[in-house]
């Protein structure tokens, strides 16, 4: 039988059970396909918050390696209903503490990126522990899915009952329709749209008893049921919501105590940078007043060399004075006699014997000789102050490329006397590159191990200065054929205050200061030495361009 050739009741009853199918299909499947995207969407945000807000809390515990705190949250976690198992595990994936379903708790992790794929009914994730963007670790847990599945298989079957019945009852009393059925129907289609379009609970007029009332209280139910599981979510949602903002609130607790603890934490920096300065200031003053030491125990020397060249100075010019005067006395002959060299009476005898008196050769020769003499001693007196006052000059911190042979030199100038009635210094120089330093304080060093060889020498000796340079470093050798250092002492010779020489002559912080000015230098200082034959120091230095290791010997 054809549409065409049915009657109007049948075709009413053929599209009102059509119609009636098809929305029943269309609001089941939509509802239901909302609901499960709905609890899915909650269970992984409740299980990404639970996640996230286990991490916070195990980061103390974990950084500090508390293993009884952890235990601790993860038993307090454990209350959470729906709550598997959950477990924290440091960098390295070691378990540092964990509760729940053994069963759960034997199975491997792996993390589930949907709930359709937790096939064995428990949802895992994890969040990891991280501090200023470095990972030390991260927690897991697993959440039930089994609400879920329940929930939806309750809607499910109330949504198959309800179809079903009322596709029943549209069979059953589709017969007694009629223009009352279609206006009933249209009423029908309204509130599916209404509640399609999200008008959630919205109530169809019920007129009767009927079938058509029937079927517009099975709607009305079920719009009522989809309006409270409706309520039901957003009060879920609402739940969490306020879970987090409390825990946001925490956080933001915990951000105002780091901001504290960075400022505690500032201040502390800039007090440490202010102690280490006035150290440094210390330290140089302590270097500065070893060097004055230095030179007041070597004051009689320089006045010594200085004196010498002074006193034949002072007696070169008594002498000049002299042949002064003698050259006057033949200049004030001649004078006299000018008048009688016209007559010739006897002058040019006269002016002679003048002449001879005052010995002109010999004053021809000797007077450049004093000259000569008396301008040597004074740039020997010249370059010793100029090296006294280099040496003793403040030490300013700066660093510039220097000739480390040269410095050496301006020493041994300043120590000449404390040497040469001691030793005789045999020079073994190599050439050597500059050397980024600050030159005055490597010169003190030399000096403190010059005067020591020298005073270890007790009759007289021999004292070696050598240099070189191997692959990158340079070094400078000061030996020494003196009495050497007993084993004993060879460790404790840089120890600040240690001395062997008698009490007065040295504060013992010549080597230990010397040892610190080399290791500033990025250098060492190497020792050898024998009782009864000597002591060889080498000092080693990174040539200029070159200091990348600060090396340091052993004391």
């Known amino acids: 039988m054809g549409i065409a050739t049915m009657s109007f009741r049948r075709k009413t009853i053929l599209g009102i059970a059509t119609i009636e199918a098809v929305l029943l299909l269309i609001l089941v499947s939509t509802g239901l396909g909302f609901m499960h995207r709905s609890n899915e969407q909650e269970l992984i945000k409740r299980a990404t918050t639970t996640a996230t807000l286990f991490a916070t809390t195990t980061k103390d515990a974990l950084l500090a390696t508390d293993l009884a705190s952890l235990e601790s949250v ?138 058509l009332a029937q079927t517009a ?136 014997d003048a002449k001879q008196a005052v010995r002109l050769d010999h004053l021809r020769q000797d007077v450049p000789d004093l000259l000569a003499e008396s301008q040597q001693g004074v740039m020997r007196v010249r370059q010793i102050v100029e090296d006294l006052k280099d040496f003793s000059h403040a030490d300013e911190g700066e660093w510039a490329p220097a000739d480390l042979q040269q410095g050496l030199e301006s020493t041994l100038n300043i120590v000449n006397n404390e040497l040469k009635y001691k030793a005789e210094v045999v020079r073994e120089y190599s050439e050597l590159p500059p050397v980024v330093c600050q030159a005055p304080q490597l010169n003190q060093v030399f000096m403190n191990l010059l005067v020591n060889a020298a005073q270890a020498i007790e009759e007289h000796g021999v004292i070696t200065l050598r240099t070189g340079s191997e692959q990158g470093w340079v070094w400078v050798e000061i030996s020494d054929t003196g009495q050497g250092i007993a084993p004993e002492h060879l460790k404790r010779i840089f120890d600040p205050f240690f001395t062997t020489k008698p009490v007065g002559s040295g504060t013992g912080l010549g080597l230990s200061l010397s040892y610190g000015i080399i290791q500033a230098h990025g250098g060492r200082i190497e020792v050898d030495s024998e009782p009864g034959k000597g002591t060889t120091f080498r000092v080693w230095l990174p040539v200029a361009g070159d200091r990348k290791q600060a090396v340091g010997m052993d004391r």
């Not at 979510?233 to 925490?250: D, G, M, P, S």
């Not at 800039?270 to 006035?278: F, G, S, Y």
């Not at 440094?280 to 060249?309: F, M, T, W, Y």
């Open 74 to 211: 993860v038993q307090a976690v454990m209350k959470n209903p729906g709550l598997v198992y959950a477990r924290v595990r440091d960098m390295d994936g070691v378990v540092l503490a964990q509760g729940g379903d053994d069963r759960e708790l034997a199975r491997p992790f792996s993390a589930d990126q949907a709930v359709d794929n937790a096939n064995d009914g428990v949802f895992d994730t994890y969040a990891e522990i991280r501090v200023a963007g470095t990972t030390y670790g991260r927690v897991e847990l697993g959440l039930s899915i089994g609400e879920i599945y329940e929930t939806l298989a309750i809607a499910r079957q109330w949504a198959t009952g309800i179809a079903a019945m009322e596709m029943g009852l549209v069979a059953l009393f589709s017969f007694v329709l009629g223009t009352w059925l279609t206006r009933q129907l249209r009423s029908l289609k309204q509130a599916t749209e209404r509640v399609a379009g999200g008008d959630l609970g919205f109530q169809v007029p019920v007129e009767g008893k009927d079938e």
């Open 217 to 352: 209280k099975a709607f009305n139910n079920m719009s009522h049921r989809l309006r409270h599981f409706n309520d039901e979510l957003e009060a879920r949602v609402a739940q969490r919501t306020a879970e987090l903002v409390k825990v946001q609130r925490q956080l933001q607790i915990d951000l105002e105590r780091r901001k504290k603890m960075d400022e505690a934490l500032r201040q502390e920096k800039q007090q440490q940078r202010e102690l280490i300065r006035k150290l440094e200031q210390a330290h140089n003053q302590l270097l500065q007043s070893e060097k004055l030491a230095s030179i007041g125990q070597l004051a009689a020397g320089v006045a010594h060399e200085i004196n010498n060249p002074v006193g034949y100075i002072s007696s070169n010019l008594g002498t000049l004075e002299e042949y002064q005067q003698d050259l006057f006395q033949v200049l004030d002959v001649y004078e006299s006699l000018e008048p009688l060299l016209q007559s010739g009476d006897g002058a040019l005898q006269r002016i002679h």
